[in-house]
């Protein structure tokens, strides 16, 4: 019974495969009666016409995204004072990066390790390469003057010093140092005409006000000079050294007391220098 039953399975099996063979594989159409063509040919033709609706709708506007500024995804950074250890002032660069020119930023690097190697001639080759390498880079030009101005190459530091303003460093510090440069080169007027230059952009700098003053000083513009170191000690509160010079200002202009309380603060914040004037100028004020 059981091979029966298994024959025929087999029989009907050969069936199928014969049929499907013939027919080339080809999946069987469902047989659809009038009613249901009509039905499903309705279907169809409201499904095209939706979508010929959806076609010819007017496309909206986009609405265009504002771009931020790259000002505005990096803030301004807060300009850093020009300090008067040219070697903290030179470091701040110790680690320069310059995405575009790596030839750049790789000569301001070892120019500046070469400065803190004491090899300044190495570091004014590299600092030139840097500018042959790219005329406009400020930064080289800023590091050069920076060295000769270590070198005491005051009037050739002025050179790039200009260079930098000419060529719009963003940090008002090369104002600072060109004033300076005059200073030691003994140009009193061009030297007042750049640190105020440099206090116009940033005023809240105590080393620029009392700079400015020493100069004033040599000018013999005593009053002026008083001015603008109270300036520096009203930003700076613990300016010895201002106390000290605004204490000798004033007993030139015979004001002994007002002289003699700047000597004694000076002195009280630590400034040793100060001893000798408070001994020698306020004597008869304590006796």
């Known amino acids: ?59 909206e506007k986009e609405i265009p995204v504002e771009v931020q500024k790259s000002e505005d995804l990096f803030p301004k950074e ?15 660069y110790a680690t320069y990066i310059d995405f575009n020119n790596l030839k750049v930023q790789n000569s301001i690097r070892n120019g500046v390790e070469n400065f803190n190697n004491l ?9 030139s390469l840097a500018i042959e390498t790219n005329p406009h880079e400020i930064t080289g030009f800023y590091c050069r003057g920076l060295t000769k101005f270590q ?12 260079e930098c303003i000419n060529l719009k460093m963003k ?6 140092y060109k004033g300076l440069s005059y200073f030691f080169l003994d140009d009193m007027d061009n030297a007042i005409l750049n640190l105020k230059s440099y206090i116009n952009s940033v005023s809240d700098s105590p080393e620029a006000y009392f700079d400015l003053a020493l100069c004033l000083k040599q000018k013999e513009n005593t009053s002026e ?3 603008y170191l109270s ?20 007993h030139k202009m015979n004001d002994v007391d007002g002289g003699c309380a700047d000597l004694k603060k000076a002195l009280d914040l630590g400034y040793l220098g100060a001893f000798y004037y408070v001994n020698e100028l306020c004597k008869k004020e304590d006796s």
Not at 119 to 127: G, I, M, R, S, T
């Open 151 to 162: 070198l005491k190459n005051h009037e050739s530091a002025l050179s790039d010093f200009t």
């Open 231 to 250: 300036k520096a000690i009203e930003i700076n509160p613990k300016y010895e050294v201002a106390y000290l010079e605004r204490g000798l200002l004033k």
């Open 1 to 59: 019974m059981l091979y029966l039953i298994g024959a025929i399975a087999l029989l009907i099996i050969v069936y199928g495969l014969i049929l499907f063979f013939k027919r080339g594989n080809k999946e069987f159409e469902a047989k659809l009666s009038l009613r249901e063509k009509t039905e499903l040919e309705k279907i169809l033709e409201k499904q095209v016409n939706e979508e010929q609706a959806v076609d010819k709708k007017v496309p």
């Open 119 to 127: 090899d300044y001639k190495k570091a004014l080759e590299e600092f």
């Open 78 to 92: 807060e300009l850093i004072f020009p300090s008067k250890d040219i070697n903290a002032e030179i470091n701040r």
């Open 225 to 227: 000079a008083i001015n």
């Open 171 to 176: 940090e008002p510090n090369a104002f600072y």
